[in-house]
């Protein structure tokens, strides 16, 4: 009876188009040799971009009949570890003539079977190594997919829409010579950097927008960190996690956060609460900026800013997130570094630098962000903190990005460009 439910999904798929999306722009290697397994907040679009890599295989010439999807939350299935091979049986009794190791498995939310890892390290050793795999943060973190999965796997993490796919789902093709096609482009900057990247959520309007969202961040509570953290203290986790989120941007202290909730009346443990800071990390809900240090102790150890996944997100639980453009600017930038998979650190001495680059043990970049340099005070604040920090690492240029300015000068030796948030997200 499963085997039948299984040939009719796998047929299913087979005889049907796949649907029509929008392309994203990570980039996945197809025939790596390893499983690929992406990871990433909840709704962000793992299932959509699995179908973007089977496109890419169509492209290429492979049969669709070669390509094996299953989502395992369909509520047809009701699989046990020792069922899985059923999916196993089901393809080669439709197709006895195409051998295992020509086929591409997609195999999504794998992680609601029960011993889905030791499945899946028999198909990659002794079928095919072409596999694909997604699941939920409640039971499927990057940590814990490495070890089961141990060595035979690559991670992708997949992020809310940038800016640029984000276009892309409006069906605008920018044109940074435009005059015209530049004023289109501010106008949905606008709204990006206030409503944010959740795929789903793009054509929305606010109201059910901000419903969607909110409900976004219940689930993240219930199913990613009640259910997988058995966390029994729901009243504090909740204003824990709305503390830290509106904290975004800046430097973040359980300690103060232990000493708000205990003068409230809650009743929680210090311990507890950087469990629960781990916890928002793991399920991609936060990000943690670590100050540079030479020393690998005062990195972990030392200050550490924290930064949403996603800027609608906010706007969604902190009301006061959608007034504070700069604040908004400097997510934005955060999210986009992380995207292009930079290793990031934030600048701190007696002045202070929004981000800066490594690479190897090489500090390459340093950049500011703010809405504007027009202020006098703030211009001076901006370039103190930027050449300071060229300074330290004998960088000889330096970027701030701006809401919309657009300048070069020189200034004690170091060449300052400053770029529109706009062309640095879309060069």
């Known amino acids: 009876m499963k085997k039948d439910i299984l040939k009719q999904i796998i047929r299913d798929f087979h005889v049907s188009p796949l649907p029509a999306l929008k392309r994203r722009s990570l980039q996945v290697p197809i025939d790596t040799g390893k499983i690929i397994t992406l990871v990433g907040v909840r709704r962000s679009g793992k299932t ?110 997949v992020f809310p829409l940038s800016f640029r796919e984000y276009l892309t789902f409006k069906d605008i093709v920018p044109d940074l010579h435009s005059t015209k096609s530049i004023a289109l482009i501010n106008h949905h900057l606008a709204n990006y950097l206030k409503h944010g990247g959740f795929p789903e959520v793009t054509g929305y309007d606010d109201a059910l927008r901000n419903r969607v969202l909110q409900e976004y961040f219940n689930v993240m509570i219930y199913r990613d960190l009640l259910e997988r953290y058995e966390i029994k203290n729901l009243p504090a986790l909740k204003f824990f996690l709305k503390r830290i989120m509106s904290s975004a941007t800046k430097l973040i202290s359980v300690n103060n956060i232990y000493n708000e909730l205990k003068s409230s009346g809650f009743k929680i443990g210090k311990n507890q609460l950087y469990d629960n800071l781990d916890a928002c990390v793991n399920i991609h809900m936060a990000q943690i900026l670590r100050k540079h240090s030479t020393s690998l102790v005062d990195r972990e150890l030392g200050e550490k800013k924290i ?106 030796g170091i060449e300052i460009r400053v770029v529109p948030l706009y062309r640095w997200l879309l060069g």
């Open 307 to 412: 930064y949403a996944i996603d800027n609608g997100l906010l706007n969604a639980i902190d009301f006061k997130f959608s007034d504070d453009t700069g604040k908004a600017l400097e997510q934005t930038v955060f999210l986009e570094l992380k995207r292009r998979e930079k290793e990031i650190y934030f600048f701190k001495e007696k002045s202070e630098c929004d981000f800066i680059i490594k690479q190897g043990s090489e500090v390459t970049e340093a950049i500011q962000v703010t809405t504007t340099i027009g202020d006098e005070k703030t211009r001076k604040r901006e370039l103190r903190g930027l050449t300071d920090c060229c300074n330290a690492f004998g960088l000889i240029n330096g970027l701030i990005i701006t809401l919309d300015s657009s300048e070069a000068f020189e200034l004690n």
């Open 48 to 157: 959509s971009y699995l179908f973007n890599i089977m496109e890419t295989l169509l492209t290429k010439g492979v049969p669709l009949d070669r390509i094996l999807y299953v989502n395992f939350e369909d509520e047809r299935l009701d699989l046990k570890t020792e069922e899985l091979d059923l999916l196993l049986q089901a393809y080669q009794e439709l197709y006895p003539d195409t051998p295992l190791q020509e086929c591409y498995f997609f195999l999504d939310e794998i992680q609601n079977i029960a011993g889905w890892d030791r499945f899946v390290r028999r198909v990659y050793d002794r079928g095919t190594k072409n596999i694909f795999i997604t699941g939920s943060n409640a039971r499927f973190l990057s940590s814990e997919i490495a070890t089961s999965l141990r060595g035979r796997t690559v991670s992708y993490e």
